[in-house]
């Protein structure tokens, strides 16, 4: 099997990976022909089932492999892949490729930067002057110069301060576990019923920013219970008329944020089952006849429970902008569709797809 290729997007691979890494160490990776697939499914958490369009990433990309489509299954650990990404940040030029070495297979990112070549020529020193002259004194030609004269020439400008004009190759190794097709075969998306509510979510930094602050009250008042392995819950809800609200409920406090005329997005007949039938029966149809668009009435809302530094952690994507729109499947699971890159001419549509689980009441 072989696969080689150029990284064009630097910056925002390494957005995306550190955005992976705060939700699990480990990644399973599939290249194939067609796209790049990262996927994190952690013990406990969120999970990410993410699909990258192989120009938003690389620029020449080449794979081969016996299986179909050219596939390449990796297990990859997330923390050193980021890490190796990050010393890439000035890069002029940054390839990667999978190879082996002692036997063991390696993903090896080779890093090309411009070092500065600061030599130049000495300065002169007493020791260069044939003899010491005051200024004013007189030369041997009669001149009365400042007595510098004599010692320094004129050079041009193109050493001053060093040139870059040397290339330094770096190589960044980093260990990975080659899967077999059968051992990935029987891993697939959760499967959901289709959503009550759909709607485009506020900007992730300023969600995010409010969400850990709710985390952080929730903490100092001991809602999170001590020695659990999980923190305190927050309450997210949203409606067919544009509203999303965030609760944190507790035995001493109630507080939440309301967000209004946000975006509901109209589905597609041609992607809903049994098209304008099952439109008009899908359960998003059915909320939109409940509530209104002030947030106030309390009809029409699908809720789940997130647990706070999990749902803190997935708005960290939030670093990639992008169009985010948050499907509800009331107390049940939460789902973030993630699009990154899909107005940019020539370039695929990349789509992170997050998965959370809602907590019972």
Same mark, same amino acid.
């Given at each position: 099997?072989?696969?080689?290729?150029?990284?064009?997007?630097?910056?925002?691979?390494?957005?995306?990976?550190?955005?992976?890494?705060?939700?699990?160490?480990?990644?399973?990776?599939?290249?194939?022909?067609?796209?790049?697939?990262?996927? %994190?499914?952690?013990?406990?958490?969120?999970?990410?089932?993410?699909?990258?369009?192989?120009?938003?990433?690389?620029?020449?990309?080449?794979?081969?492999?016996?299986?179909?489509?050219?596939?390449?299954?990796?297990?990859?650990?997330?923390? %050193?892949?980021?890490?190796?990404?990050?010393?890439?940040?000035?890069?002029?030029?940054?390839?990667?490729?999978?190879?082996?070495?002692?036997?063991?297979?390696?993903?090896?990112?080779?890093?090309?930067?411009?070092?500065?070549?600061?030599?130049?020529?000495?300065?002169?020193?007493?020791?260069?002057?044939?003899?010491?002259?005051?200024?004013?004194?007189?030369?041997?030609?009669?001149?009365?110069?400042?007595?510098?004269?004599?010692?320094?020439?004129?050079?041009?400008?193109?050493?001053?301060?060093?040139?870059?004009? /040397?290339?330094?190759?770096?190589?960044?190794?980093?260990?990975?576990?080659?899967?077999?097709?059968?051992?990935?075969?029987?891993?697939?998306?959760? /499967?959901?019923?289709?959503?009550?509510?759909?709607?485009?979510?506020?900007?992730?930094?300023?969600?995010?920013?409010?969400?850990?602050?709710?985390?952080?009250?929730?903490?100092?008042?001991?809602?999170?219970?001590?020695?659990?392995?999980?923190?305190?819950?927050?309450?997210?809800?949203?409606?067919?008329?544009?509203?999303?609200?965030?609760?944190?409920?507790?035995?001493?406090?109630?507080?939440?944020?309301?967000?209004?005329?946000?975006?509901?997005?109209?589905?597609?007949?041609?992607?809903?089952?049994?098209?304008?039938?099952?439109?008009?029966?899908?359960?998003?149809?059915?909320?939109?006849?409940?509530?209104?668009?002030?947030?106030?009435?309390?009809?029409?809302?699908?809720?789940?429970?997130?647990?706070?530094?999990?749902?803190?952690?997935?708005?960290?994507?939030?670093?990639?902008?992008?169009?985010?729109?948050?499907?509800?499947?009331?107390?049940?699971?939460?789902?973030?569709?993630?699009?990154?890159?899909?107005?940019?001419?020539?370039?695929?549509?990349? %789509?992170?797809?997050?998965?959370?689980?809602?907590?019972?009441?």
């Amino acid at each position: 099997m072989r696969f080689k290729a150029s990284i064009q997007n630097i910056h925002t691979f390494t957005k995306f990976t550190a955005s992976l890494a705060s939700l699990g160490q480990i990644a399973w990776v599939r290249l194939d022909s067609k796209d790049v697939r990262f996927t %994190v499914i952690p013990d406990s958490g969120t999970q990410v089932w993410s699909t990258l369009s192989i120009d938003s990433i690389f620029e020449t990309y080449t794979i081969q492999s016996a299986s179909e489509n050219d596939t390449i299954n990796l297990e990859v650990p997330l923390p %050193v892949l980021h890490r190796a990404l990050k010393s890439a940040q000035n890069a002029i030029a940054a390839n990667i490729r999978l190879t082996k070495k002692d036997g063991i297979p390696l993903l090896s990112l080779t890093i090309t930067t411009l070092a500065m070549n600061t030599s130049s020529a000495p300065l002169p020193t007493s020791s260069g002057f044939s003899g010491s002259r005051e200024n004013g004194d007189r030369s041997s030609d009669g001149h009365v110069g400042d007595g510098f004269d004599d010692v320094f020439r004129e050079e041009s400008t193109e050493n001053f301060g060093g040139r870059p004009d /040397r290339e330094t190759t770096v190589t960044q190794d980093i260990p990975v576990r080659v899967l077999a097709p059968a051992s990935v075969e029987g891993l697939h998306e959760p /499967r959901c019923r289709e959503p009550d509510v759909h709607i485009v979510l506020p900007n992730l930094l300023q969600l995010k920013s409010i969400s850990d602050r709710f985390t952080k009250l929730a903490l100092s008042t001991k809602a999170g219970r001590p020695g659990a392995s999980l923190g305190p819950k927050l309450e997210l809800s949203g409606n067919m008329h544009g509203c999303l609200r965030l609760s944190l409920k507790t035995d001493s406090l109630r507080i939440s944020s309301l967000w209004t005329n946000l975006e509901n997005p109209e589905l597609d007949p041609a992607k809903v089952a049994d098209g304008e039938a099952g439109l008009a029966n899908h359960p998003s149809t059915h909320m939109k006849q409940l509530g209104d668009a002030t947030g106030q009435s309390e009809l029409g809302w699908s809720t789940v429970r997130i647990e706070g530094k999990d749902w803190g952690r997935v708005l960290s994507v939030g670093r990639l902008g992008g169009r985010v729109i948050a499907c509800f499947v009331n107390e049940h699971a939460l789902i973030l569709y993630v699009f990154l890159g899909g107005d940019d001419a020539g370039v695929g549509e990349t %789509v992170l797809t997050y998965y959370i689980t809602s907590y019972s009441a």
